[in-house]
């Protein structure tokens, strides 16, 4: 049973442009969502971050989208350059848990070409 | 500050022997987690410290694995004995709360078991 899913295995963009990473989620007591990126041979690293009671949250060329209705949320990363070329892990984590699991999606292979 | 480090980075190891990896979480984290990834899946959760208690071991497979965070320091996870299914890569994370912190991971130990 995969609560957090990212459908497309792998997106290749051209460097300067935008880069939309998606992700879904099916548990509703999700209230924190979390983007990872993760290179060959490294663990992942966290990248960025948004609470449920936001829509957005930017940091810098990165900026996460949160749509609770539709229970999705996109990671778009504007200019890519090709050192953003890695694996791309959606988290989730509940709320009302004193737990700090963190459900991931299957990830997402950026490549971003010169 | 040292990060999340991990001992061994690689270990090859035969089906029905004994392995134990070890984490020392980032000084001062009291949570400590251990996830695994398998054959390019997603990372899954195995277990949780909060210093020397587990807080929260649903994730852990089954009775060969056995985590330990003796003195609430460095974790180990012993498998024993391995099966040829435990192949993977066992990353370990620390926190230091658990509601909105970011939690850091450690570069994983590959484990190969033949």
């Known amino acids: 049973d995969q609560q957090v899913k990212q459908n497309s295995p792998s997106l290749s963009v051209q460097e300067g442009r935008i880069s939309i990473l998606n992700c879904d989620y099916t548990n509703s007591m999700f209230d924190y969502f979390l983007w990872y990126k993760k290179y060959p041979a490294e663990g992942p690293t966290f990248l960025i971050s948004i609470s449920s009671i936001k829509d957005k949250n930017e940091d810098g060329r990165f900026t996460v989208f949160l749509n609770k209705s539709a229970k999705h949320l996109s990671l778009h990363i504007v200019p890519s350059q090709p050192g953003d070329s890695a694996v791309y892990f959606c988290?989730?984590?509940?709320?009302?848990?004193?737990?700090?699991?963190?459900?991931f999606g299957q990830g997402t292979t950026l490549q971003v070409k010169p | 500050e040292a990060g999340v480090t991990q001992f061994p980075s690689h270990s090859v190891i035969e089906k029905g022997q004994t392995v134990t990896l070890r984490c020392d979480p980032i000084s001062g984290h009291d949570n400590l987690y251990w996830y695994r990834r398998v054959m390019g899946k997603e990372i899954k959760f195995l277990l949780h410290f909060v210093k020397e208690s587990k807080q929260d071991e649903s994730g852990m497979p089954n009775n060969r694995f056995l985590a330990e965070r003796t003195g609430g320091t460095y974790s180990t996870l012993k498998v024993q004995p391995a099966e040829l299914e435990d192949s993977g890569v066992y990353f370990c994370a620390s926190s230091q709360g658990v509601s909105g912190n970011t939690i850091y991971f450690g570069e994983g130990s590959w484990l190969t078991v033949v």
């Open positions: 988290a989730a984590r509940y709320g009302s848990s004193n737990t700090g699991k963190l459900i």
